[in-house]
């Protein structure tokens, strides 16, 4: 495929979920007039997070910014025919709001809750904290024997049609004047503090007036080419489809088992999924499947925790990757300290899709006006990385 131009003003490593938002968000950024070229090695995205993605949002974090990312994300989901400029042809998302449920077994963890619940309520989430009597009222499937507390939202949390969210921020970043080439970026071209050339591996090389990393668990190796590190690898996620022969009376909120098993309602069926105990990283292209842990691990767990799922039929299973950042399970958002036109969108370990709109538009804002002026995402700054401080979330999955 041959280019349209020798030079970019913006080159996007990556056309997954990150990649075309932040793409889609430049090619209608009042005042941003630049080129924006998004290279991609693989445009059916077949193995990309984005396509294994759970499509889940929540607003029960413990940190303020990831609160305020997923808020905006909610908004964005729920009004995205307006965001998306009003285009007849683009579709209502739907946002299924049957919340999450955060199961605490011991009186820290239950603590945690509480402590996390305030800070949400302050910034205006609907959480509450429940009572193990509470929870049996109004989800009497659950065997709560050693649970002791357990925060829910039924606001604004839940899931929503993110393959779709996808497929228009791809769609109107090209209409709108984005260049999508099917290639691979294999070197960075560093003049001092500025990365001023890409070349690809169809032997074509480009200028370069701002690189944004957003390779997914490829973000590594992308950072690797400009003499940089980022403490992210690929490690294997697990996701479950399977039918009840007692299906529910009511929706199941997406439940996190203190074992970190999850299980939620999806359509007529119920998902679920986790970690294998043993959680490495692993190849960039291993995505093997250990099929003993459905009967091993998840499946005791799911039917010990609702009973009524002691009689079930798996209906499918895959395998995905998050990008895990093993310094804090946190993004790493924004320029380097050193080099100020490399951007890095990496390290989501699980949270990305519902960042996406949020962290695009701020990288966007970034790009076209040097400062964030929507979320202030300094939090996930990368010179934090560089000095070893952990930003710490404690609601991860």
């Known amino acids: 495929m041959t280019l349209r131009y020798n030079s970019y003003d913006v080159v996007i490593v990556g056309g997954a979920i990150y990649g075309s938002s932040v793409a889609w968000w430049l090619s209608q950024m009042p005042g941003f007039q630049g080129r924006v070229l998004v290279v991609e090695k693989d445009p059916s995205y077949e193995f990309a997070a984005t396509s294994h993605t759970n499509s889940c ?95 829910h939202n039924l606001v604004d949390e839940g899931y929503f049609d993110g393959g779709t969210m996808f497929d228009w921020f791809k769609r109107m970043a090209r209409k709108n004047g984005a260049e999508y080439v099917t290639d691979e970026v294999t070197g ?68 996190i088992d203190p074992s970190g098993v999850h299980v939620r309602t999806d359509g007529r069926y119920y998902l679920a999924g986790g970690a294998p105990d043993d959680d490495p990283a692993v190849a960039l292209d291993d995505f093997a499947a250990d099929h003993s842990l459905w009967e091993d691990k998840f499946w005791p767990i799911i039917a010990t925790r609702i009973p009524q799922f002691e009689k079930i039929k798996l209906i499918n299973m895959w395998v995905g990757h998050y990008d895990y950042n093993t310094l804090d399970q946190n993004a790493i958002v924004g320029p380097h300290p050193e080099i100020s036109n490399f951007m ?43 000095r070893g401080e952990k930003f710490l979330e404690r609601a991860v999955i």
């Open 57 to 151: 949002i929540r607003q029960q974090f413990s940190n303020k910014i990831n609160i305020g990312v997923s808020q905006f994300g909610a908004e964005f989901v729920k009004n995205f025919k307006q965001f998306m400029g009003g285009d007849p042809d683009v579709p209502d998302l739907v946002l299924q709001s049957y919340g999450y449920m955060y199961l605490a077994d011991t009186p820290a963890f239950a603590d945690t809750l509480r402590q996390s619940q305030a800070v949400q309520a302050e910034l205006g989430a609907h959480t509450k904290f429940m009572t193990r009597g509470e929870i049996a009222a109004d989800y009497p499937f659950y065997q709560l024997d050693d649970i002791l507390g357990a925060n």
């Open 188 to 255: 960075l071209t560093r003049t001092g503090a500025k990365i001023t050339g890409v070349t690809l591996k169809s032997g074509a090389t480009i200028a370069c007036g701002t690189l944004v990393n957003a390779a997914g668990t490829r973000g590594r190796q992308v950072a690797q080419m400009a003499g940089l590190d980022l403490p992210i690898e690929p490690r294997r996620r697990y996701t479950y489809i399977f039918d009840a022969a007692h299906p529910l009376d009511r929706d199941l909120p997406l439940t």
């Open 344 to 386: 890095f969108l990496n390290g989501f370990s699980g949270h990305g899709l519902q960042q996406s709109p949020a962290l695009g538009r701020g990288i966007a804002e970034y790009i076209a006006y040097g400062h964030y002026r929507s979320l202030d995402l300094s939090p996930f700054a990368a010179d934090r990385v560089l």
